[in-house]
Every structure is written in C-alpha cells, then in structure tokens.
C-alpha cells in the first residue's frame, strides 16, 4: 500500500478506491479539462504519484467527437491547446498522447487499456456537462485506482458542503474561509527539473487501433463545421491574453467593465473553461503585479464586494468576478444534479414568472429567428452576431441578450431552453458552470425581487436596450456587429 493514497487531500477523491499497483508501467494522467501542463493540481497529484512509485509518466488528452456540440469551433480551441500541451511534455521528456476521436464511439476501450498498465489514474474533477458521468462510469469499469483532482478555483469544490442562495452570502462564506485554501496552489512549472524514469514504447495493437496524434484538418470529423473557429486557443495565447490584460486594462477595470469595448475585460473566460489557463494562474499573476502578500487580507470584510484582499479597487472588482462569481457557479454545480433545470430556480421567481405566464408576448420569435439575429432589436442583433462569428458576446451585453429571450420567448421555460442552446452552441466559454449559474439569473438565481412589477418578467430584473444605449455608447459596436 503507498502512502499517498492515505494522505487526506481536499482537492482528491478516489473514484475506484483500491490500492496504487506498484507493478504497473506507468502512471496515467486523463486529462479531461484542465488541458494545461503550468498550474494544474491534477498534474501535481500525478507526479507525485509517479515519483513516490518511481514510474513514468503517461498523459493521454482526448477529444471525443460525440458530445453536445461539438464542433470547428470548439475543436479547433482544444486542438490548439493540444498542440502546446504535445511541445511542453517533449521538451520534458513525458509522455503525451494526443487521441483525436475520428468517429463515433471510435475512442471507447482506449482508456481502458492504457489504465489495465497503470500504477494508478489521476483525472480532473470537473462538476458539470458529460464529464461527471463520464468519470462516474469509468470508476465503474476500471480495475485500477481512479482518483479525480480538483483544480477548479481558490476553494476546493468540495470544501463548503452546501449551495449559497446569493452572491454575498458566498462572498461572506469566501472571505471566512480562503485564507486557510491559499497555501494550496498547484506548481507554477511541475516540469521544472523533472527527473523520472523514460515512458515504455505502447503495445502496438492500442497505438495501432487508436492511432495518438492531432490533425491539422476537421473535414474529415464528424461534427459541426457551420460553427467555426474564433480565437485561437492554448496555453501560450491564453498567458498572452493574461499578460496583456495586467499590464494593460486591469488597471481601469471597475470602472470599464461594463462597457462595449471587449478589450476592457480579459477575454479569460474560454482559456479558463477549457483549462488552457487556470483560476490560480490567474489569481497569482493579477497579485504578483499589485505586489500582494496574504498577510494584506482583511478579516472582516463583510461580505462586501471590496476591501477583503486589500488591493486597490480595480483588482478587487476583477477578483469578485474571477473568485466569488466564478466559483459560485462550481458550487452550485457541484451540490446540485439539477444546475441547469427550469425547477432548481428559487420559489419567488418561479412563483412570479408562473404569475406572468398568460401575460401577452407582442414580440415572439423563434429559436430560428433568434439564432439568425433576425429581431426587431439591433443592438440585441449586434450581440448575437458577435456570438455567432467571435463566440464570445462583449461583457454587459451578455446580460441584455438573456433578458431579451425570456421577453421574446413562448414562456420562461421555452427561454431557459433558448439560451441554454444558444450559449452553449456558440461560446467558446459555455458548456461551464458559469454557463449556469448566469443563464439561469436571467430567471432570478443569485438575485432578489425587483420592483416595479413588470408584464413577462414580474418581479425578476428587467432589462432594455433603450437603457442600454442610454448608459453607454453604441454606434462603434453595431457597426461592426452589423446583422
Ligand atoms: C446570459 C449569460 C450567459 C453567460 N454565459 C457564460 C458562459 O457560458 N461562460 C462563462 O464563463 N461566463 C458566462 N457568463 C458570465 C460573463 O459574461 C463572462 O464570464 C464574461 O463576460 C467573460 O469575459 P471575460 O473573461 O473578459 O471576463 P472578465 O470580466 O475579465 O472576468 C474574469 C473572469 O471572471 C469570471 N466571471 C466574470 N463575470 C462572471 C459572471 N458574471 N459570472 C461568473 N463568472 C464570471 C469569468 O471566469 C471571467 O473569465 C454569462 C453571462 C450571462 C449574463
């Protein structure tokens, strides 16, 4: 028996409890989500693995062609990652098999045989999607330990036991807590002075029917190719990304955030959705620039949005975002089977909305027209062309755009069905928790009754393009999202 199965870890669960098999050849890292080879506890945990066990190390990224959505977007973003990922484990002597999925079902059986040579399987703990059933039903199958790490943010998923109804109450949860999680940080670099012993050459019957390697065509795959790809994905453009935005508009992030100028955000969200870059990547470079230290944390913030990590403003602002809003949503998907359904909405809103559910609706329009950015309403037009052709839409509007399709809806669970498709078909960054947890506050989660009662929405928070164009300036923006 190893010792490091017995080490009691917040961010590691066994999935097949049995003991590592010393005997193995190598031990396997499925990386699933945190698709990077910086910062990643996944990794970590591996390596640990590998030396305490003085094994090889194996990482196998796959990417299936079957799952909701797949498409030239989606694939080309990861297949850039992988790319990346394939440079930096050659250059240090790991291992990596890359196994782009041809065709259906094509992959089943590859994990397996790889894992029936493994000391042990380490994978990544992701709450939501296909992935959760994905490893649930590999535990199943598997004869050898199975552990799924968490490297998802600042507090380990699994840490607070419950879901919060608000922001603030989580916020307050966060600021009593966090201290304790922030020594927990994964290794900048786990391939510094990496000394393990050189991988076997695979049997050739499993390279043979699997073949390892990245295309550089997607002609040939089985997937969507009307979505195509936006942005380029990866490791190396996802640190490109973070690096320009602290040297850059952190500085006036408070105040430009909300505005229609994409660059006054950090365009993170789709390197934080498919791992290229992680949360505590982030967290370390936005704090290495404000030259922050843990003692500056303050005890009792109160759950208030600014003044706990005793920065200046704009980084505090960026790191409600990053931290409360972001893992909120991890949370939530965490506890909760049912993240993403109409009923797991609190009981006021649902109550409210089933109070306006025979209110007329002057302006329907179909998913067709919606997808099509063929409304009445430009500016929403502009936001879904944005979508649609970047696979991203500007930070605010994104909050005018799901409010608008409860409004244009049949009902509100019509709308929840809208979005949920639209968002996760087109954004790079959906398919997340964060995906949820904003979708449904369209609805209501997170927020409070808002007065005046309104047709549609009753006491759920209204929004309007007029009030929209008021606040800020769009004629640049719905120029170049013209419909
Ligand atoms: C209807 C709707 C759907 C959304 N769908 C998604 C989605 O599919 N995936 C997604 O990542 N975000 C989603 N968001 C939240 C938010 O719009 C994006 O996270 C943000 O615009 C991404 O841009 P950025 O990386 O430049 O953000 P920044 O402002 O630079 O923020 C940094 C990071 O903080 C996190 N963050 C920022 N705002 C939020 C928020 N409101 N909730 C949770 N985390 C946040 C993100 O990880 C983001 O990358 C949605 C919002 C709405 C209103």
């Known amino acids: 028996m190893s010792t490091l199965s017995e080490l009691p870890d917040p961010r590691v669960t066994a999935v097949r409890d049995l003991p590592a098999r010393p005997d193995g050849d190598y031990v396997l890292y499925w990386m699933i989500a945190y698709r990077r080879t910086r910062g990643n506890h996944s990794l970590d945990r591996a390596l640990r693995w590998a030396r305490e066990l003085n094994k090889p190390l194996l990482v196998l990224e796959p990417l299936r062609c079957d799952y909701p959505w797949a498409s030239d977007r989606l694939h080309a973003f990861v297949l850039a990652g992988m790319r990346d990922n394939q440079g930096r484990c050659a250059e ?6 890359p196994y782009v999925e041809p065709g259906p079902r094509a992959g089943a059986g590859l994990l397996a045989a790889l894992a029936a040579r493994a000391c042990v399987v380490v994978t990544d703990d992701w709450p939501c999607f296909f992935l959760p059933r994905m490893v649930a039903a590999a535990g199943e199958r598997l004869e050898v330990r199975l552990e799924q790490v968490d490297g998802n943010g600042l507090l380990p998923i699994r840490a607070a036991g419950r879901v919060f109804p608000t922001a603030f109450a989580f916020r307050r949860y966060l600021q009593k807590t966090l201290g304790q999680h922030l020594g927990e940080g994964p290794r900048a ?3 510094l002075r990496l000394r393990l012993p050189a991988a076997p050459a695979l049997p050739a019957e499993i390279t043979r029917r699997w073949p390892p390697g990245i295309p550089d065509g997607l002609d040939a795959l089985p997937i969507d190719h009307a979505v195509t790809p936006a942005g380029r994905g990866g490791s190396v453009a996802g640190h490109e990304r973070l690096r320009r935005f602290v040297d850059g508009t952190l500085g006036g992030y408070e105040a430009s955030h909300n505005t229609l100028d994409a660059d006054n955000t950090s365009g993170l969200s789709p390197y934080l959705h498919f791992g290229h870059v992680g949360a505590h990547e982030v967290f370390d470079a936005v704090m290495r620039s404000a030259g922050w230290s843990p003692d500056k944390l303050k005890k009792n913030a109160g759950g208030k949005r600014h003044g706990f990590w005793g920065v200046a403003q704009d980084t505090e602002a960026f790191l409600d975002q990053l931290v409360t809003w972001r893992e909120l949503g991890f949370n939530m998907c965490t506890y909760r089977d049912d993240y993403a359904d109409y009923d797991s909405l609190p009981g006021w809103a649902r109550q409210t909305l089933a109070d306006h559910a025979g209110d007329p609706r002057p302006n329907l329009y179909t998913v067709d027209q919606l997808e099509r950015a063929a409304t009445a309403d430009p500016l929403w037009n502009a ?4 979508l649609v052709r970047d696979g991203v839409i500007t930070n605010y509007l994104r909050m005018l755009w799901g409010k608008k399709i409860l409004e244009w809806s049949p ?3 019509a709308a929840l ?6 968002n996760d078909k087109y954004a790079l960054d959906g398919r997340d928790p964060n995906s949820y947890t904003n979708i449904l506050w369209i609805f209501g989660r997170y927020d409070r009754p808002w007065g005046p009662e309104r047709p549609i929405f009753g006491k759920i928070r209204y929004m309007s393009s007029d009030n929209t164009a008021r606040k800020m ?11």
């Open 92 to 97: 240090a002597g790991v291992a990596y098999y």
């Open 189 to 191: 670099d786990p391939f």
């Open 383 to 386: 936001a879904q062309t944005q």
């Open 411 to 413: 009902s509100p669970q």
């Open 417 to 422: 069905a809208n979005l949920l498709r639209l």
């Open 473 to 483: 300036p769009t004629r640049d923006y719905l120029r170049r999202y013209a419909a």
